[in-house]
């Protein structure tokens, strides 16, 4: 009797990449954003520690006070983690190291001794990893995992370290946790349900993402092995058949399929709102653009605090304000440098704190 494996695949949610390469990567729900942010609040004490214990003015020195203003140099204020946070944690709670491929002991290994590798080039991290015998690519961007074969591996790694990418690989060989091979942990907490593939589905370009209760529809006009019983309307574009617009479906391609489920999917939603532009939209105001930006406070100034903001490109710019200064002014400064960087008149959103909260809702104050 063969046994179903089935392979986890977070999915992108705000900056949160970093958690979603170790959980895809350990194939469980093994980490949350404030496990990982209290991780990044510990590295950054320790860092501190030894900074002010190595230096001759201790908590006074500039250096020290210019590390305490840039902020936590392993979590940034969108959720995007350190590689000393994944490692950290990788090390904390599974006894497992991750390393360079380039460093001089590993770099001349053969890929494929590799269980698990986690990859990262400027703010995104994803994961690869042996599961049932076969290497796949977990990336939380993409729609599904993709299988890599282990002839391409070293190929694809490769093309990875060209792209910019810095590949780390789990040293520990047979150590990664157990794929999951018993369906009564896909509702028990081991992984969020949606989140799960079968993996003879994911080999055969069929299925869908997220695990199904085979009983759910009974009673509704399905079969007990989902598909839809003879006279049922709710015919779907992947199972076969015909689709609810008359489509015969049997025999397309992957590809065919999709741009009929879009062509279906977009005759049954309602017509968009509305392009709100920034005079129509009741949120943002001219003035927030107009409005004239207060010269920088001078260095001690009473009452300056420095913040720090993250561009969409990844840039990061600081400058003073003062406390007293409205919400408003900070969207003033950040258009402004947009507009300096030749980005032109445009919306944008700020957001603060962990996890991220937008400030528009106080621009009045």
């Given at each position: 009797?063969?046994?179903?494996?089935?392979?986890?695949?977070?999915?992108?949610?705000?900056?949160?990449?970093?958690?979603?390469?170790?959980?895809?990567?350990?194939?469980?729900?093994?980490?949350?954003?404030?496990?990982?942010?209290?991780?990044?609040h510990?590295?950054?004490?320790?860092?501190?520690?030894?900074?002010?214990?190595?230096?001759?003015?201790?908590?006074?020195?500039?250096?020290?006070?210019?590390?305490?203003?840039?902020?936590?140099?392993?979590?940034?204020?969108?959720?995007?983690?350190?590689?000393?946070?994944?490692r950290?944690?990788?090390?904390r709670?599974?006894?497992?190291?991750?390393?360079?491929?380039?460093?001089?002991?590993?770099?001349?290994?053969?890929?494929?001794?590799f269980?698990?590798?986690?990859?990262?080039?400027?703010?995104?991290?994803?994961?690869?990893?042996?599961?049932?015998?076969?290497?796949?690519n977990?990336n939380s961007?993409?729609?599904?995992?993709?299988?890599?074969?282990?002839?391409?591996?070293?190929a694809?790694?490769?093309?990875?370290?060209?792209?910019?990418?810095?590949v780390?690989c789990?040293?520990?060989?047979?150590?990664?946790?157990?794929?999951?091979?018993?369906?009564?942990?896909?509702?028990?907490?081991?992984?969020?349900?949606?989140?799960?593939?079968?993996?003879?589905?994911?080999?055969?370009?069929?299925?869908?993402?997220?695990?199904?209760?085979?009983?759910?529809?009974?009673?509704?006009?399905?079969?007990l092995?989902?598909?839809?019983?003879?006279?049922?309307?709710?015919?779907?574009?992947?199972?076969?058949?015909?689709?609810?617009?008359?489509?015969?479906?049997?025999g397309?391609?992957?590809?065919?399929?999709?741009?009929?489920?879009?062509?279906?999917?977009?005759q049954?939603?309602?017509?968009?709102?509305?392009?709100?532009?920034?005079?129509?939209?009741?949120?943002?105001?001219?003035?927030?653009y107009?409005?004239?930006l207060?010269?920088?406070?001078?260095?001690?100034?009473?009452?300056?605090?420095?913040?720090?903001?993250?561009?969409?490109?990844?840039?990061?710019?600081?400058?003073?304000?003062?406390?007293?200064?409205?919400?408003?002014?900070l969207?003033?400064f950040?258009?402004?440098?947009?507009?300096?960087?030749?980005?032109?008149?445009?919306?944008f959103?700020?957001?603060?704190?962990?996890?991220?909260?937008?400030?528009l809702?106080l621009?009045?104050?």
């Amino acid at each position: 009797m063969s046994t179903t494996t089935w392979i986890y695949h977070e999915r992108q949610q705000a900056q949160l990449c970093g958690q979603h390469a170790l959980n895809n990567l350990l194939q469980m729900q093994a980490f949350s954003p404030d496990s990982l942010a209290r991780i990044a609040h510990e590295l950054d004490q320790i860092e501190l520690s030894y900074m002010s214990a190595g230096n001759q003015n201790g908590v006074a020195s500039k250096d020290f006070l210019r590390r305490v203003a840039e902020g936590s140099a392993n979590v940034d204020a969108s959720g995007n983690f350190s590689i000393e946070v994944l490692r950290s944690a990788l090390l904390r709670q599974f006894q497992l190291t991750l390393v360079n491929t380039m460093q001089e002991n590993i770099r001349n290994v053969e890929i494929t001794n590799f269980d698990g590798f986690i990859c990262n080039k400027q703010s995104h991290w994803f994961a690869i990893r042996k599961i049932n015998g076969r290497y796949w690519n977990l990336n939380s961007m993409i729609e599904r995992p993709e299988q890599i074969s282990h002839f391409k591996l070293a190929a694809e790694v490769e093309g990875l370290r060209n792209a910019g990418y810095s590949v780390f690989c789990v040293a520990e060989a047979g150590c990664l946790p157990a794929e999951c091979k018993d369906e009564s942990e896909l509702t028990s907490g081991r992984g969020q349900k949606e989140f799960w593939w079968r993996e003879s589905d994911l080999i055969a370009g069929t299925g869908s993402r997220g695990y199904s209760n085979p009983w759910s529809n009974v009673g509704n006009g399905m079969r007990l092995d989902g598909k839809p019983a003879t006279g049922s309307s709710s015919a779907g574009v992947g199972g076969g058949g015909e689709g609810s617009g008359g489509y015969t479906v049997e025999g397309l391609s992957e590809e065919e399929m999709l741009q009929i489920a879009m062509s279906e999917s977009l005759q049954q939603q309602p017509p968009p709102p509305p392009t709100t532009t920034i005079a129509q939209s009741s949120n943002w105001d001219v003035d927030y653009y107009e409005m004239d930006l207060p010269p920088e406070p001078e260095v001690g100034t009473v009452g300056a605090v420095r913040i720090q903001f993250r561009l969409p490109d990844g840039k990061r710019v600081t400058r003073r304000f003062l406390k007293s200064d409205s919400v408003k002014i900070l969207f003033a400064f950040v258009h402004r440098h947009l507009l300096n960087e030749g980005c032109g008149r445009r919306i944008f959103e700020l957001k603060a704190g962990f996890p991220p909260k937008d400030l528009l809702s106080l621009c009045d104050l």
